[in-house]
């Protein structure tokens, strides 16, 4: 007996050492059912005083790897008796085992919280049984004839079982189990000489405590499949991120190319303009600012007209004067008020149409100026 219970603690202890060296995203799960047992038995009465429920209690602690596997150990503790006409027996049991569970529910539905779950399991049934007189309540047989040791029939089971949530941590669970001992000696008789088995139908209720957020509670836990299903994403958002900050920095480059090009285009532009001979002529002696000398109406002097800040129409820019005085003189405005003006800290001499006291006074011009010169723009200077 001493070296059964040593090597059942030894099963034990190296089955939960091998669970919590593999498991890294499941938790502990304890349960604990209420069986009620029907042995198959020729002495399977009911109907004698002596007569006791057929139950067993079974407390479990266990594993779950995720929401499919699950695997356990357990210890159920009960007692069966029945009778026939002549006899009857008592058998009470003890018997540790491990098992696994497997939950199908995932796989038919993620909407909901239920579980429906094979469940299979090893065991070992360790018992002691009396069989005795109906009549006389005489003691027939013993099983083991020591008292002092106890009778073994390993074996396992089969079933299936039900868990419905209660709360977060909490379910309420129905299921059926039969098992299959090779031992046929749990109702003390034998239906046969060369029968080796005992078969017993196993209905049962209980709880199921998940430790899940008991244990961990200010950790989040997430659905590994949906986990790797958002990193999945994530990757691909990252890998279209830095394709697209790729193709935008060939993008820029080419545009910065392009404008690095124009400008030189521009620069040798400038150059051959500042190159060619100029005719000497009175404009090229006119200081920097020169008004228009396209009409002989009124005149403004350009000296007085910069003299105080105002809201100028702006509808050319030149490196020189010449260029400027040229474009005034073939302008196809018509307003005698134009003059040419140089900005110092530009260094480029603008066309100006007009002056105004305010923006509103200039913005009314400025569409008709447009229509001839799409370019015009506002200043105050």
């Known amino acids: 007996m001493k070296n059964m219970l040593h090597s059942v603690t030894l099963l034990l202890s190296v089955f939960f050492s091998t669970l919590n060296s593999i498991a890294q995203h499941g938790h502990f799960v304890v349960s604990s059912t209420i069986s009620f047992l029907q042995n198959s038995s020729p002495l399977d009465s009911r109907e004698f005083a002596r007569y006791k429920l057929n139950t067993a209690l079974t407390p479990e602690i266990g594993y779950q790897f995720n929401d499919n596997f699950y695997a356990g150990a357990f210890l159920s503790v009960g007692i069966l008796n029945g009778a026939d ?37 090893l065991q070992v049934l360790s018992f002691y049984g009396t069989l005795y007189n109906r009549n006389s309540n005489a003691r027939l047989s013993q099983v083991p004839a ?4 106890l009778s073994f029939g390993p074996g396992g089971y089969l079933g299936a079982r039900m868990a419905f949530p209660v709360s977060k941590s909490l379910g309420v669970t129905v299921g059926y189990r039969w098992h299959v001992l090779n031992n046929p000696w749990i109702d003390l008789v034998k239906k046969t000489t060369d029968e080796s088995f005992s078969f017993i139908h196993d209905v ?25 299903n958002l990193n999945t994403q994530l ?6 991120q830095q394709r697209l900050v790729a193709s935008n920095e060939a993008r820029l480059k080419e545009k910065d190319d392009q404008i690095v090009a ?6 040798s532009l400038r150059a051959y303009i500042a190159s060619m001979p100029e005719r000497e002529t009175d404009s090229d002696m006119a200081p920097a600012v020169s008004s228009s000398t396209r009409s002989p109406g009124k005149q403004v002097d350009p000296m007085d007209a910069v003299k105080t800040k105002a809201f100028r129409i702006v509808v050319g820019s030149f490196p020189t004067q010449l260029m400027a005085q040229s474009y005034m003189e073939k302008s196809p405005l018509n307003n005698p008020d134009m003059f040419v003006v140089y900005v110092e800290d530009l260094k480029t001499y603008r066309v100006i149409y007009k002056s105004y006291p305010t923006r509103e006074a200039a913005a009314k011009d400025l569409g008709k100026v447009r229509e001839s010169v799409k370019t015009a723009w506002i200043i105050y200077f």
Request: avoid cysteine; hydrophobic fraction near 30%; charge should be positive.
């Open 204 to 228: 049962h209720v209980g709880l199921r405590l998940s430790l899940e957020n008991m244990l961990k509670g200010n950790e989040v836990r997430v659905d590994r499949k949906k986990y790797q």
């Open 235 to 240: 990757q691909d958002l990252q890998q279209n």
């Open 85 to 121: 006409i002549t006899r009857y027996y008592e058998t009470t049991f003890f018997s540790p085992g491990v098992n696994g569970r497997f939950n199908f529910m995932p796989l038919i539905s993620n909407r909901t919280k239920v579980r429906l779950e094979a469940d299979a399991g």
């Open 262 to 267: 124009m400008a030189r285009e521009i620069d």
């Open 146 to 149: 020591n008292r002092n040791t």
